[in-house]
Structure formats: structure tokens, C-alpha cells
């Protein structure tokens, strides 16, 4: 799950420590390496048949991943996403913006093929993606190709670093939506936030993802319950349009965008998961496992987006589990269960960041030495701080 999300194992071959950079191209690679590979290598080279991967995953598995990247904290957001576009604007504007990030995704997917082909490499990973690309390119991008690489490493940096936050956000304000109804006097959500960061510090601090594997495998089956709960609570009672929004003023239109699109992409996961596949060229294509996935995500988000906001109307919650009854017990432990799925998912989240900033980076500029360790460990504290 992801705010993303979205939890992403897919990011490691299997759910084990083993980063998905088996046959990334690295960015000190240059022309001199690829004029070797064009020497030893057929004319009709084809990338997918040249993978080489230690635990391929099946349609069906990537199909699972990809789905389980994408439906997270950003589903039960869709429906104050509705409320600042109205409904009408809110499910047709959904669609679109899936169309648009289901498109991008296809181009991505082609390029990659298209350069591993060119380049007689099996696989790539996103600097290397975007660095090839600029050397492909006129004179001009060439120049931008060494920075390139740095500057799609600090994007996904930004959006993970980011995605953890909103985890953060989402954790301590259901903890505080439970406590508040216990205790006389209100907790303030930043006390929860701190009562959490160790827990959140120490989740980080497992250097092995499979170590993970068994509580990311409970924080789906908890999140899939917690949503049919959800639905109960929606649907216990006739939905109406009245007193909704159809068309919502447009200043509100950005919050909508910015929500939805979070919501919806998996970005971080698309080039793994692609690059483990069994058989890739089915990731693609009209009925691929990318558009399979996307046309039940994008419905999913629309019928959670639409009906909760036309049953809670303008009262609705940045999170729709805020606006379950605080009296309820079966309302309190969705809260719970989800707070606790998604500090799990935390964790997976950040490996992301992690390993971006502590293996392309601080790693490297530390060299061999006896306090590398100490260091990783100061790392992963660091950007659990951050967020």
C-alpha cells in the first residue's frame, strides 16, 4: 500500500533485501560501454528475453502489487476530493485524470523498451531511464544528461518523503479521533505524532524488507476489511444529491486535482514491478495487466469519492474514517486497524527513500569503513525525522 502507497515490496526482488538493480544501467555508464554491447549483441536484440530474474512474478502477482500500490490512504481521501469539485466534476475528472496518468505510465513503459533495446541492456531503472533518453537526444539534452539522473532521484525522494508524511498525518489523527473519545480533555494530534515516532524510528530500522513481508501481508487483509466496514457504514442508509455540489467553485478544483492524483499514482512502483514481470510484454497492451489494474482503481476511487461524499455531503473529513461515529466500537476499530496498517506500511515506504539516499549517496561518499553501519542507521533516523 501506498499513499501512494500505496505498501511497496515490489520495490525489492520477492519481498527480500535484494534492491530491483540487477541490470540498472548505472549513470557513470557512458557511449564507450554501449558501443562494446552494440559489438556482442544481435541486431534483433529484445530486452525482455535477456532478463534474468531470480523470483519472476506472474500476471496475476504483479497485477496484485500494482493494485495493492495504489489502494491506500488516498481512497479514503477521495471523498473530500469530491467535495471540492462537486460530484459530477469529481467522477468525470477522476476518469480523466486516470486516462491521463494511465497514458504517461504506457509512454514510460515504451521508452524503457525502446532504450534497453537500443542500448542492448535487459532492464533500467528511473535515473537511467531518464539519462539515456537525454544521451538519445539533440546536442542540448546531452548536456543535461549527468544532472538528470540526480534530478528524478530528488523527485522521487520528494514524492516517497512525502507519501510518509501524509502516513503520519493519517496514523496520528485516527489514534487522537479514538483516544478523544476516551479521554476528558482532547489530545493534540502532534503528541500523538510524537508518541509514534519511535515505534515509527525503530519499523525503519529493519534493514531486511522479508522481515516485513508477514505484517505487510496482516495490513492488507486489515485494510481490505476495514474498506467493506467503510462501505457498511455508507450504505446503511439511501444516498442523495441534495444539498451536494454537482459543479463546486473552481478555486477549489486544485485541492481536487492534487488529492486525486496522489491517490491514483504508483509511480514508484511501475519500473519494478514491470522489470520482475515473467512475461513484461504483458504488462502492457489493451487488456495488459496495467490497464486491468487501472480501470479497477480508478472505479473503486470513483464509487468511494462519489458515495461517501454524497452521504456525508460537506461534512466530510480530509479522511472519511474521521467521520465514522466515535461512539461505535466497530467504527473505532476500523480507525485503529487502519492506523496500524498503515504505520506498517510506513516502513515500506520510506525503503524507498532510504535506499535512494543511503545507497546512491551518503554510501558512496563514506567509502569503506567501521562506522558505516552507525551511519546507515543515523540515515534511516534522519529521514524518519523528516517526515
Not at 533500467?124 to 544532472?147: D, H, R, W
Not at 496514523?171 to 510524537?194: G, H, W
Not at 510484454?281 to 476511487?301: D, E, Q, R
Request: charged share 15%; net charge neutral.
Amino acid at each position: 500500500m501506498s499513499k501512494n502507497g500505496h505498501n511497496n515490496p515490489a520495490f525489492v526482488n520477492d519481498v527480500t533485501d535484494k534492491p530491483l538493480k540487477k541490470y540498472s544501467l548505472e549513470l557513470s555508464e557512458k557511449g564507450e560501454k554501449y558501443v562494446a554491447a552494440l559489438k556482442d549483441v544481435d541486431a534483433d536484440y529484445n530486452p525482455y528475453e535477456n532478463r534474468q530474474v531470480e523470483h519472476p512474478t506472474t500476471n496475476s502477482e504483479t497485477l496484485f502489487h500494482l493494485l495493492k500500490g495504489s489502494l491506500g490512504t488516498g481512497i479514503l481521501a477521495m471523498p473530500n476530493a469530491f467535495k471540492n469539485a462537486g460530484y459530477i466534476t469529481g467522477s468525470f475528472g477522476t476518469i480523466i485524470i486516470g486516462l491521463i496518468c494511465t497514458y504517461c505510465i504506457h509512454q514510460l513503459i515504451k521508452a524503457e523498451y525502446e532504450l534497453c533495446r537500443r542500448k542492448k541492456i535487459p532492464s533500467m531503472n528511473y535515473p537511467a531511464v531518464a539519462e539515456t533518453a537525454m544521451l538519445e537526444g539533440p546536442t542540448i539534452f546531452q548536456k543535461c544528461s549527468p544532472v538528470i539522473g540526480h534530478l528524478v532521484n530528488t523527485f522521487l525522494l520528494i514524492y516517497q518523503l512525502g507519501t510518509c508524511c501524509v502516513y503520519v498525518v493519517f496514523v496520528s489523527s485516527n489514534i487522537k479521533s479514538v483516544a478523544d473519545y476516551y479521554l476528558e480533555t482532547p489530545v493534540d494530534v502532534r503528541l500523538c505524532m510524537l508518541i509514534i515516532l519511535l515505534p515509527l524510528i525503530l519499523i525503519n530500522w529493519v534493514r531486511n524488507l522479508k522481515y516485513l513481508a508477514p505484517f505487510s501481508t496482516l495490513a492488507n487483509a486489515i485494510t481490505m476489511v476495514s474498506f467493506g466496514i467503510i462501505c457498511y457504514y455508507i450504505f446503511r442508509e439511501p444516498v442523495t444529491t441534495e444539498g451536494k455540489d454537482d459543479f463546486a467553485p473552481l478555486n477549489g478544483f486544485p485541492l481536487f486535482f492534487g488529492t486525486v492524483l496522489f491517490a491514483l499514482e504508483a509511480i514508484g512502483v511501475i519500473l519494478p514491478l514491470e522489470n520482475e514481470m515473467k512475461t513484461p510484454k504483458h504488462f502492457g497492451g489493451s487488456c495488459g495487466v496495467l490497464n486491468v489494474a487501472m480501470t479497477l482503481i480508478v472505479f473503486l476511487y470513483v464509487g468511494m469519492g462519489l458515495f461517501g461524499y454524497l452521504y456525508y455531503g460537506h461534512e466530510i473529513e480530509g479522511s472519511i474514517t474521521l467521520n465514522l461515529p466515535s461512539k461505535d466500537v466497530l467504527a473505532q476499530c476500523v480507525k485503529g486497524m487502519l492506523a496500524f496498517a498503515i504505520f506498517i506500511t510506513h516502513g515500506l515506504a520510506c525503503y524507498v527513500a532510504i535506499d535512494i539516499t543511503w545507497n546512491d549517496y551518503v554510501a558512496q561518499k563514506l567509502g569503506p569503513q567501521r562506522k558505516k553501519l552507525f551511519w546507515e542507521y543515523a540515515v534511516r533516523t534522519g529521514l524518519v525525522l523528516v517526515t
